[in-house]
């Protein structure tokens, strides 16, 4: 692994660039063109370099191979295409050079909200980043300015950086004083070892769904799961897996594979453009043709995307993920952690990752073990059936929720057996208390550090199923007996309800009175809740002592490995905290913060709105001193709780 430290739109001689030194990297040759910028590329070690041919024609291109002596090498091209010069696809397959890592800094003179978001998407923009997606190139660049108009206060981007098979980070525009271009430095790895982070959920579920043979599998999962318990020992453990198994054997039977990838938006008109561009030899008329089949392209996308639009809901919870997704904020490159200067391997990532979610208590992790002898009901497991959602992804066991909901009769009563049998004895499978550990990219964070990803744990969907069962029972028991302020996860209250408590507060002060409010946010909330907080809370709110034993055996002798793309990390023990992405775990945190609001209770004058972790301290009165004593007292114990 390798680390270099390239400078884009150096605009200096290859005498002047001789003298720059970035940290411990010390320039070793420049890719220049005579129009554009150019590119300095600094190295951390002694490296041998092989300058190509400079290309004169559009774009202007000059590229440096560096090689080095474990094997690895590196191209850096410098490009420059000229303000009315023509982009096309032939142009700039010119970039593109021998296979392996490659870097392009390029003064394209042109925008696109990818990289330049001052200015609008022009054609040629467009054309670059459909090249881009063709040849697997991706972008750097993170939207800041790239150069002043000259006379003006006018600011675009027209400076971006391409990369391939290669890492890059920090990437950072610097105002210069000599030129309008700015400076362009950042760092990039390459060599082995290099992994980058990728969503650990498939772009689409396994199986295709609509193609299965429903009847069919109720009746094989039903066999199988009754023949697996007949043969299977004693214990939850078991249990569990004989009916796994089962599930995964007829799913396997009756459930084709999708194939994994999303439909190909290459129309048949499309392809045979395509083809006419390849075999055209005229260059007039293929610029055309591809002028012809951006336009086709175009029209497509835009007919597609009105039947989506046309399909759209208000109340449709899929139309408003995909409003959501749309307005969420993304990075533009891949994620790729560092740590100490390097990225580490996917191995390194996985086990870092867990650290993060492993925490020590010095309480009691869990409550005291108590026999358990009440049962569900098949209407529970009815009802609960209902309640799962379709398209989540699966647990370590593979089993999906569309495939829970279509078991037959006979599955149904085994699953009620399982169920029933780690309720009498107080056993929750191993599996049951084990997750998967996947991170996701915090909003507008960076994808550098370890503190921006948010991590979210995929466990059993029968664990899940039994989650919904207690779930129920729990909420019926406390619902009434939550403090009001406490909007987090409960049923009819939103965000919604902790604005409208604060604002009223505020809003029915007199003449003369004065407001003072403090927002805390929890760091970290769910992970760090005791485990011996929680069952104490149960027990006060008089949850039946079988339901809360059950609880603390699910909470106790938790594991959970971290996944970076198909790479996991070790093992690592969770003795406190709730899981999250779990059923029961949000429903367990605000029990637990139930205590502090009835102790916040206790200070007058002092009002306040929970949401899930999120608390606003609010006083209101004509004496500043009491609101700052009043204030002091809630931040004391919130402190001290």
């Known amino acids: 692994m390798v680390l270099f430290c390239p400078m884009q739109e150096t605009h200096l001689e290859s005498a002047g660039c001789a003298a720059l030194k970035i940290g411990v990297c010390q320039h070793v040759v420049q890719a220049r063109t005579p129009h554009g910028g150019g590119v300095s590329i ?9 300058v190509g041919v400079l290309e004169k024609k559009v774009p202007e291109t000059a590229a440096v191979t560096l090689r080095f002596s474990a094997g690895v090498s590196l191209t850096i091209a410098s490009a420059h295409f000229p303000r009315k010069a023509d982009v096309s696809r032939e142009s700039l397959d010119t970039l593109l050079g021998a296979s392996g890592p490659l870097v392009v800094g390029a003064d394209v003179s042109s925008h696109h909200v990818l990289w330049d978001p001052l200015r609008p998407s022009d054609e040629k923009g467009g054309c670059i980043v459909d090249w881009c997606m063709q040849n697997d190139l991706l972008i750097a660049n993170t939207g800041s300015v790239t ?7 006018a600011l675009s981007s027209p400076g971006i950086t391409l990369r391939r098979d290669c890492e890059v980070s920090n990437w950072k525009s610097a105002l210069s004083t000599d030129i309008d271009h700015y400076w362009i430095t950042f760092d990039v790895f390459v060599g082995t ?96 043709l591809i002028h012809w089949r951006r336009k086709v392209l175009a029209d497509t996308a835009l007919g597609r995307w009105k039947e989506n639009v046309a399909k759209l809901s208000g109340t449709d919870l899929a139309s408003l993920k995909l409003a959501k997704s749309m307005c969420a904020p993304r990075p533009l490159k891949s994620p790729v952690l560092v740590m100490d200067v390097h990225p580490p391997t996917k191995r390194q990532q996985a086990q870092a990752l867990a650290n993060m979610r492993m925490a020590k208590s010095t309480k009691a992790p869990y409550g005291p073990e108590i026999k358990i002898h009440n049962t569900r009901r098949a209407r529970e497991l009815e009802v609960a059936l ?23 009769r006979v599955s149904r009563r085994c699953m009620l057996r399982l169920s029933n049998y780690s309720l009498r004895t107080g056993q929750v499978p191993v599996k049951w208390r084990h997750g998967i550990i996947v991170t996701l990219l915090k909003p507008r964070k960076s994808a550098n550090s370890m503190a921006s990803f948010r991590p979210a744990t995929l466990t059993s969907t029968l664990c899940k199923l039994m989650e919904h069962i207690v779930v129920g029972r729990v909420r019926d028991c406390i619902e009434d007996k939550l403090q009001p302020q406490q909007a987090g996860f409960r ?3 939103s965000t919604l309800d902790t604005l409208m408590q604060v604002t009223r507060h505020v809003r029915r002060r007199k003449d003369g009175e004065k407001t003072a409010g403090v927002f805390i946010d929890y760091a970290r909330a769910f992970d760090s809740v005791d485990h011996s907080c929680i069952v104490k809370e149960l027990l006060f709110f008089g949850v039946g002592r079988l339901l809360v034993a059950w609880i603390a055996r699910f ?66 009165s004509a004496d500043l001193s009491e609101i700052q004593q009043t204030i002091q007292q809630g931040l004391d114990c919130i402190t001290n709780w």
């Not at 600094?42 to 092989?50: D, S």
């Not at 004693?234 to 796994?244: I, P, R, S, T, Y």
């Not at 989540?392 to 279509?406: M, S, V, W």
């Open 42 to 50: 600094l190295v951390r070690e002694r490296v041998g370099e092989e």
């Open 147 to 153: 150069r002043g108009q000259p006379g003006t206060a």
């Open 193 to 288: 070892g290099l992994e980058v982070i990728v969503p650990s959920k498939p772009a689409r579920a396994p199986y295709a769904w609509n193609k299965a043979r429903w009847n069919e599998f109720g009746k094989l999962s039903g066999r199988f799961i009754f023949r697996g318990m007949k043969m299977s020992a004693k214990g939850a453990d078991a249990l569990n897996e004989a009916v796994a198994r089962g599930i995964r054997v007829a799913a396997k039977r009756t459930i084709p594979k999708g194939e994994g990838v999303a439909p190909h938006f290459w129309t048949p008109e499309l392809a045979k453009l395509g083809k006419m561009v390849q075999e055209c030899k005229n260059e007039r008329k293929r610029d055309v």
């Open 386 to 408: 209902r309640e799962l959602s379709s398209g989540t992804a699966p647990g370590d066991g593979e089993i999906h929720f569309e495939e829970l909901k279509q078991l037959g």
């Open 491 to 493: 049923p009819a209250r």
């Open 555 to 620: 909470l106790q002798g938790r594991t959970a490995q971290a996944r970076v793309n198909d790479t996991l990390s070790e093992d690592v023990s969770i003795i406190r905290g709730v899981p999250q992405s779990s059923v029961l775990g949000p429903l367990l945190f605000i029990v637990a913060v139930d205590s502090l609001s009835r102790r916040l209770n206790c200070i007058p004058v002092l009002q306040r709105g929970f949401f899930s972790e999120h608390l606003t301290i609010v006083c209101t």
